[in-house]
C-alpha cells in the first residue's frame, strides 16, 4: 500500500490497546509498509536494541487468544503460528529506521500522524469528561442543599402543628 492512498481508519481500525498502551501488530505494519511478516520480524531481530520493551513486545498466548476472539479479522490458522509482536508508537518510528525504504518512511509518518490525532483525541475527550464530572458534582451538592432545605422545611411544618395555640395577649372588647 501506499502511504498516499492509506485512509486514517485504516490505519485506526489496525491499532489495539493493549497492556494499556496503543499498539500495532507485526503482521498489520507489515501489510501496510508492504513486506512480508517474516521480513519484517527478521529486520526487528536483528535490530533488537532498537527495540526496548516499551517500543515492542511479544504477545502473551493468552493475549493474542483475546485478540482473536474480539477481532474477526484474525481467525485461526490464518496467521503465524508464532506470537506476534506488538510496536508502540516509538516502535513505529523505529520500524521505518530498520526497514530503511523511503515508503516505510512515508508509511510510519502516516502512522504516527495518527496516532498523534488519537492522543488530542483522548485528550480532548477525557477533558469533556472532567467537565461533566464537575457539573455533576455541582448538582449533586445542589441536590444536597435542597433536602436539607426541604428537611428544615417539614421540620418547621410539623413544629407548627404540633404546638398549642397561642394565647392572644393585648386587649379584647367585650363580645369577641
Not at 481508519?9 to 491499532?15: L, T
Not at 507485526?26 to 512480508?36: C, F, K, N, R, T
Request: hydrophobic share 40%.
Amino acid at each position: 500500500m501506499e502511504s498516499q492512498i492509506i485512509p486514517d481508519e485504516i490505519i485506526m481500525s489496525k491499532i489495539f490497546y493493549i497492556r494499556e498502551q496503543k499498539v500495532m501488530l507485526d503482521s498489520d505494519l507489515a501489510e501496510l509498509y508492504g513486506v512480508e511478516t517474516k521480513r519484517l520480524k527478521e529486520q526487528v531481530k536483528r535490530n533488537i536494541n532498537r527495540f526496548p520493551e516499551h517500543f515492542m513486545f511479544e504477545l502473551s498466548r493468552q493475549e493474542n487468544e483475546l485478540l482473536r476472539s474480539q477481532n474477526a479479522t484474525l481467525k485461526k490458522g490464518e496467521h503465524s503460528k508464532y506470537l506476534p509482536f506488538v510496536f508502540t508508537e516509538h516502535g513505529v518510528l523505529m520500524l521505518s529506521n530498520v526497514l530503511k525504504s523511503e515508503s516505510a518512511v512515508q508509511v510510519s509518518i502516516r502512522i504516527i500522524d495518527v496516532f498523534v490525532r488519537l492522543r488530542k483525541v483522548y485528550a480532548e475527550q477525557t477533558e469533556v469528561w472532567l467537565a461533566i464530572e464537575k457539573i455533576k458534582s455541582k448538582l449533586d451538592n445542589q441536590d444536597k442543599n435542597m433536602e436539607i432545605v426541604f428537611r428544615y422545611l417539614d421540620e418547621l411544618i410539623d413544629k407548627k402543628d404540633n404546638q398549642p395555640p397561642r394565647k392572644t395577649i393585648g386587649f379584647k372588647p367585650d363580645g369577641f
